[in-house]
């Protein structure tokens, strides 16, 4: 019985679990250990099977339950290990849909920043008007929470060092900076341009720890 009941535990888990392959190996197990004939007895009815276990050979019953274990014990490692895969599968998904969405961000962000500083032909209040209105309906301020809650930590703070070093550079630029070229610019943001390169790095190492190295860039 103590047999039995350990067994009916491991249907129960595969059918909770969706582990298909080891619940029907299970269950064919005890499908030829049912009795062609006797009357059942109610404690040796098999939940999720539909039948009844009565007086039986204990002996044999027990050489091939344990022959079953280790036979479905394959089955059940190869179940578990597909849903890791799959799971893994997924979250990579999810990962390189977010460091896609968030690189864009930042660059069409900083693009437009750098276009209202040095391209536009506006007086400077303007110019920094245009440039706080860029970094606000960028949508890096939104993404970044994600990233802070689906990234490893290294990421995520570069991730927020990218953010902050826009919007310390409009509240500047605010205050009444100016820039005269884009040699300047990058100049005096030199620092923003090196968190972004190394998130760049880590979230392309992130999906893919065998990534080839990628150059600095500008966005």
């Known amino acids: 019985m103590e047999i039995l009941d350990n067994l009916l535990d491991r249907i129960t888990e595969a059918k909770r679990e969706g582990w298909l392959g080891e619940r029907g190996g299970l269950q064919g197990t005890l499908s030829p250990l049912t009795p062609q004939v006797g009357h059942p007895h109610p404690s040796l009815f098999l939940p999720d099977c539909g039948f009844y276990s009565a007086s039986m050979d204990w002996g044999t019953i027990v050489g091939t339950v344990t022959g079953a274990l280790i036979g479905v014990g394959a089955t059940s490692l190869a179940d578990r290990s597909r849903w890791r895969r799959e799971q893994a599968t997924r979250q990579s998904v999810i990962k ?70 826009m919007r310390d550079l409009t509240n500047r630029l605010n205050a009444g900076q100016t820039y005269s070229s884009w040699e300047e610019l990058k100049r005096d943001n030199q620092a923003w341009f090196d968190a972004f390169n190394a998130m760049r790095r880590m979230m392309r190492l992130d999906l893919d720890p065998e990534a080839l190295h990628l150059p600095p860039s500008s966005p």
């Open 96 to 165: 390189r849909e977010l460091y896609a969405a968030y690189l864009a961000a930042v660059a069409q962000s900083w693009n437009e920043i750098r276009a209202a500083v040095i391209d536009s032909d506006d007086a400077w209040p303007e110019r920094a008007r245009l440039a706080s209105l860029a970094y606000r309906n960028g949508g890096v301020y939104e993404l970044r929470y994600q990233v802070s809650i689906t990234a490893p930590p290294n990421i995520v703070a570069l991730s927020d060092q990218t953010m902050r070093g």
